[in-house]
Each structure stands twice: as structure tokens, then as C-alpha cells.
């Protein structure tokens, strides 16, 4: 089986994605074959994995996919590449609620993976070996060395000395300040990679100081010292090859938040993705048999996308002609009336639904819940049930009640608009949770060519 490895963190901002990134485009400037896969409900990492080593990134999430789609999906997609690198989220034992289920932990021992773990040393002496004995000591761990990160060349022998001389642990390296490789955050995480204009120039840097400062010899041993785990081979529905469909994609500044996986799971299902721009484009192809609308950044282009009347009125004249539209997040906020942003300014958007959204200054509803149908609608029968992630700045008058969504708290809130043809709301989904929404979807789409085609 693939050689692995995951780089976690201590928590939030030590710098699991910078060093994730630096390591990516060391080892692919070294020839080794390399895939990356990023833990949790994450959507902007993956975009730097992919401009740091020029591979795809998948993510892993035991919540959204289940257990065994995580052990699939790293098994899958890896099975052909000589080393896998998965970044970690948040802290290492970091899950669901007050527990470490749906964890970077948790995806490491399901798949057997050796931990790296990142520490940021700044501001700290010999507290840094207070802070690694726990994550050592606390629960059963796959932790197999250390990494430092706000380090200097100067002060790195110090820490490692300190560090294994009390712990049983290896330091294998460290990542000093650097700031002109310094990649800016804001309200949804960081700034994409593809609007950062010298994002190579900044990549480039990192990945001399990875090769540098960390021992990559040392990873790469780490790394082969995987262990094979089970997975079942038969987890996804056979492929599709009985139909066709033609599936818009809305990909731009605007909408660029998907799970790859899901995707995938479409085209095995008979689509033919094909993309669209809806600030950039004046209309959406005659061809169309599905559209689909994903989480992005809505409001950062809510100009933009109010001034492109020629593609409102056609996606709003396709909805009203019964196209299938699945929509979440920025996607959802699009099909709605309008788009107020926090200086007041309102936006008036496609106007497919009957809502008006504003954003706010704090995050709503966020994390994981269950969602489970109230009726039937596109996607389901009544009951049908799905893992979603709620992550938003904003609040719509018409979240809709399709759907009850419950957290493991027990707090509970309806969501989700449904009508005849339309699936949205501010869930995000990976559908590899239950295969069957996008089975029924892919129906949808089928049946709404079918239907054209006869007229």
C-alpha cells in the first residue's frame, strides 16, 4: 500500500497549511509522486495543496462521508501515487462537539496514518515540551515526530536538545518566520490561492525552506512506516453507463467551494460537467440539464454579479422551465432576491427565490448537524437523512423547512428551500454521505432532458 503521512496541528494557526504546503512543492520538486488530502469540511487548503505540488486534493471527513468513505476516498484516490500528505484540521484530536470523532485523530487511526506533528514555538522555551507530552500522553495517538514551526536556524539545536532529551520524540525539523511567503486570512479562512497574485513566488520560498529545514529523508521514512488498512472496494453505487446529462457548474471569483468526490460521483453517474461563469458569462448553454450553484464568495462580486442581467434573466427563464438546481452557500444566497453586505449596500441578485439575505459579522449556525427530510423534494423522500456543514456570514429571511438539521448538542433549526425542481439552502454536502441524493438528482436531470428533448 502508498506510503502516508499527516501533518496536524496543535490547533488553529500553528501552521499545518503552510508547512503542508512547503512540504508538497519539496517533495514534487524532488520526483516523488504525491497526491495531497486535507481533513474536515475544508475548501480554500485544498486549493493551496493543489497550486503547491500540481495534484488534485481530496478531503477527508469522517462525519460528511462516513468512516468508511474516508478509508475509500484515501485509498482510491492514492492508489496510483507513491506518497500521500494529509493536512490535518484545527487541532489534532479537534472533532465533533467535545469529542474527537470526525477528528484529525480519528482519520489517522482509521487509516493507519503516521502523525507529524506541528508545534508553534514562538513565545515559548521548555512550555513546549509541557504542550507536546500531552498531545503525546492524552489518547491513543499515531504521533511519530515533531515539527517546529516561528523557529530561527539560530535557536532550532536549542529546542531539538530540549525537546528530545525529555520526550520520547524526534524533532525533524523546523519552519522559521517567513514573511514574504505570509498568506492573508479573512472571514471564510484564507484568501484563495488563485487570487494571490505571486502565490508561485510564495510557494517557491516555502518550498526552500522546506528543503532546507526539514529532514526530508526523515518524513519519507516516517511516511513508508504506514500500515495497510481495510476498505471495502464496493463502497460507491456502480457506475452509470446507461445515460447522459449535461451538468452545469457555476465556477468563478464568485463560486469555487466543491468537494471534488462529489464530482466524481456525478460523472460516474452519467453527468457530463461542464462549467460556467455567472459574472463572466451572458447565458447559460441551450444544453443544459442540470444546473448546479456551489458555496463561494457572493458578496465579495455581488456587483459583478447584479450587473450581468443577461445571466439572471436566462438561469432565472431556465429555472422557471423546470431545469433541475441544487444550490449551497454563496449559491443559495445567488438564487435568492437580493444581497445586503455590512456597509448597508444591497445587491439585487437572480431572483429565483423569495428571500433577501444579509451579511453579518458573526458566524450562523455554524458546524456539523444531521439534516433529515421533512417531505419529499428533489433529492429524497421524506426521512431521508445526510451529514451537512453549516459555515456562513450571513442570514437569509428565507432559510427555508425542508429539512430539520440537528446538532449533537440537540439544537435543532429547519433549513433548506425545496420546490418542484429546486434543492438549496446553506448546507454543504458531500454526497458521498448518501450516495443516493446525487442519484436522485442525476434523475432529475435525466428526466428534465427527456422532457425537452420530446417538446
Known sequence: ????????????????????????????????????????????????????????????????????????????????????????????????????????????LLTNTPVILIVNAKGAALSVCALIKGFLEFERNNIRAVILNNVSEAVFPFYRQMIEERLNINVIGFMPPVPQAQIESRHLGLVMADEIADIREKINVLKEYALKCIDIDALLDI??????????????????????????????????FWYEDNHDLLIAMGAEIRFFSPIHDRELPDDADGLVLWGGYPELYALELESNR??????????????????????????????????????????????????????????????????????????????????????????????????????????????KNIFAGYQHLHFW??????????????AYKNRRNSN
Open 1 to 108: 500500500m502508498f506510503n502516508r503521512v499527516m501533518i496536524a496541528g496543535v490547533g488553529s494557526g500553528c501552521g499545518k497549511t503552510t508547512v503542508t504546503a512547503a512540504l508538497l512543492a519539496a517533495l514534487a520538486s524532488l520526483g516523488e509522486n504525491v497526491i495531497a488530502f486535507k481533513c474536515g469540511p475544508d475548501y480554500i487548503d485544498p486549493m493551496f495543496h493543489r497550486k503547491a505540488a500540481g495534484v488534485q486534493s481530496r478531503n477527508l471527513d469522517a462525519f460528511l462521508m462516513g468512516e468508511n468513505g474516508v478509508k475509500y476516498s484515501l485509498a482510491h484516490h492514492a492508489a496510483n501515487k507513491k506518497t500521500a500528505v494529509l493536512e490535518g484540521a484545527m487541532g489534532l484530536y479537534d472533532g465533533l462537539g467535545s469529542g474527537e470523532f470526525a477528528s484529525s485523530n480519528h482519520v489517522s
Open 310 to 419: 443577461d445571466m439572471k434573466q436566462s438561469l432565472k427563464s431556465r429555472i422557471t422551465a423546470g431545469i433541475p438546481v441544487y444550490a449551497e452557500g454563496g449559491g443559495f444566497v445567488y438564487l435568492q432576491q437580493s444581497l445586503t453586505d455590512l456597509r448597508e449596500n444591497k445587491y439585487e441578485m437572480l431572483g429565483a427565490l423569495p428571500g433577501n439575505v444579509k451579511m453579518t459579522s458573526k458566524l450562523q449556525n455554524f458546524g456539523y448537524y444531521e439534516i433529515q427530510a421533512q417531505r419529499d423534494n428533489l433529492l429524497c423522500r421524506a426521512g431521508g437523512k445526510i451529514g451537512a456543514h453549516f459555515f456562513r456570514y450571513s442570514a437569509s429571511e428565507r432559510e427555508g423547512d425542508c429539512f430539520l438539521a440537528v446538532k449533537q448538542s440537540g439544537k435543532t433549526l429547519p433549513c433548506i428551500v425545496s420546490a
Open 223 to 256: 511516511a513508508g512506516q504506514a500500515e495497510a488498512f481495510d476498505c471495502a472496494l464496493d463502497f460507491l453505487p456502480p457506475t452509470k453507463n446507461d445515460r447522459n446529462f449535461k451538468l452545469y457548474v457555476a465556477r468563478d471569483q464568485a463560486f469555487s
Open 433 to 446: 454521505g448518501n450516495p443516493d441524493f446525487a442519484e436522485n438528482f442525476a434523475n432529475a436531470c435525466v
